[in-house]
Antibody, heavy 121, light 107 residues
Framework: EVQLLESGGGLVQAGGSLRLSCAAS????????MGWVRQAPGKGLEWVSS????????YYGESVKGRFTTSRDNFKNTLFLQLNSLRAEDTAVYYC??????????????WGQGTLVTVSS | SYDLTQPPSVSVSPGQTARITCSGD??????GHWYQQKPGQAPVLVIY???ERPSGIPERFSGSSSGTTVTLTISGAQAEDEADYYC??????????FGTGTRVTVL
């Protein structure tokens, strides 16, 4: 069974930075695109970013473009999300999720358990 | 703002059928996918490509599509199906869209 385990969340001041990690196991990590989706407290799901299996192609939602960077290490089976210039509205649980294909994600399955990022203003 | 619209809530009696709609222009060109999220848990894919069911998802979950609307149907709803449900698709610029979410109550 695929496993995804996020880490790196925590409390940070507005304007600060964090780096989230997602450790993947039990599948051939480099063969799949991956994504990040967040959920603010009591709110719905919002796509943040996606990355192709080889890491060459990255995509970002408008609200994080220019501030967040997604990357991956296929030797260590780990996905990363670098969060810079954080704002209060970035407070959310951040989920990593496995895509269905190599170059592009169409749907997300499965998802990790999430890591909470809290930005204080 | 959201480009996929869902009803905020749906109520269903145990054993009856619940239908959740998701509407948006993107759905006329792209597939719709559905996720179930129970309180405090990560979302779980229940339907992909409008009507395909992942392995391990009960047969009572089904999906359909017509025009700019996709529908998730829970036939013979059970108490364990109480959850939030989200649709998801892509717009023509490659941006991922999630629906507004629907709270399903089984009572």
């Amino acid at each position: 069974e695929v496993q995804l385990l996020e880490s790196g969340g925590g409390l940070v001041q507005a304007g600060g930075s964090l780096r989230l990690s997602c450790a993947a196991s039990r599948f051939t990590f480099g063969n799949y695109a991956m994504g990040w989706v967040r959920q603010a407290p009591g709110k719905g799901l919002e796509w943040v970013s996606s990355i192709s299996g080889d890491g060459d192609d990255t995509y970002y939602g408008e609200s994080v473009k220019g501030r967040f960077t997604t990357s991956r290490d296929n030797f260590k089976n780990t996905l990363f999300l670098q969060l810079n210039s954080l704002r209060a509205e970035d407070t959310a649980v951040y989920y990593c999720a496995k895509g269905d294909g190599y170059k592009f994600v169409e749907w997300f399955d499965p998802w990790g358990q999430g890591t909470l990022v809290t930005v204080s203003s | 703002s959201y480009d996929l619209t869902q009803p905020p809530s749906v109520s269903v009696s145990p054993g009856q059928t619940a239908r959740i709609t998701c509407s948006g222009d993107a759905l006329s060109k792209q597939f719709g996918h559905w996720y179930q999220q129970k309180p405090g848990q990560a979302p779980v894919l229940v339907i992909y490509k409008d009507s395909e069911r992942p392995s391990g998802i009960p047969e009572r979950f089904s999906g359909s599509s017509s025009g700019t609307t996709v529908t998730l149907t829970i036939s013979g709803a059970q108490a364990e199906d109480e959850a939030d449900y989200y649709c998801q698709s892509l717009d023509n610029s490659g941006t991922y869209l999630f629906g507004t979410g629907t709270r399903v109550t089984v009572l």
